[in-house]
């Protein structure tokens, strides 16, 4: 599993031809408490750098885009129930969507986790 991240602050946790997308702890810091979550539909198909989602904060509402093609495969119910989640666990339950990738070559201009590190800091 490789985790890569945009410089809009999404992750992307990669599984063969899978891939889960959120925001980083740092993108929910930025935008305090989050109040609501707006995913895409599954089935939909996604290109790169479409808005994809929505979270919405005490302080703004912010779009999450897709990082890379695909078809959305899967979305994060638990979110729309309890969007707080975003702010306890971005990195990790608080998973926004999955995507069956539609061309891994794209990923090649993500960032790894130190490259991130340094975008951040």
Do not use: C
């Amino acid at each position: 599993m490789t985790t890569l991240y945009t410089s809009d602050h999404e992750w992307l946790r990669i599984e063969g031809d899978v891939a889960t997308i959120g925001i980083t702890d740092y993108a929910q810091s930025q935008l305090g408490d989050v109040v609501f979550v707006e995913l895409p539909k599954v089935g939909r198909s996604l290109k790169k750098a479409e808005a994809a989602a929505v979270v919405e904060s005490v302080k703004a509402a912010s779009d999450v885009y897709a990082p890379i093609t695909g078809e959305v495969i899967e979305v994060n119910e638990a979110l729309a129930a309890e969007p707080a989640l975003v702010n306890s666990d971005a990195g990790g339950k608080a998973w926004f969507f999955k995507l069956r990738i539609a061309d891994k070559g794209e990923l090649g201009g993500l960032m790894d986790e130190a490259a991130y590190a340094a975008h951040t800091a």
